[in-house]
């Protein structure tokens, strides 16, 4: 049984590196093992020139706290006009 893919979901489906390629999650997670295991090494494929690990590292960590505050400023406000009352 296969369930369909809700196309309103919060969660991504990929993601999208700066120079507007689309990466599944399973190839994002697989790369960013690699990238963590030698951070000092050139990338190719994240910009149009290789960038260092530590910039991928840095660009993936600021969209992931970026995500997580979107969502907290979405549903905090929310609860607290609900709490209010």
Not at 19 to 42: E, H
Request: proline fraction near 9%; include cysteine.
């Amino acid at each position: 049984m296969s369930k369909k893919a809700n196309p309103r979901s919060p969660y991504p489906k990929y993601f999208v590196t700066p120079s507007g390629r689309p990466v599944s999650i399973k190839t994002m997670a697989n790369a960013l093992r690699v990238i963590r295991s030698n951070p000092s090494a050139d990338y190719p494929g994240w910009e149009w020139y290789p960038v260092t690990g530590w910039c991928i590292l840095d660009d993936f960590r600021n969209g992931l706290n970026d995500r997580i505050n979107q969502r907290g400023e979405l549903g905090g406000a929310a609860n607290y006009n609900a709490t209010k009352g």
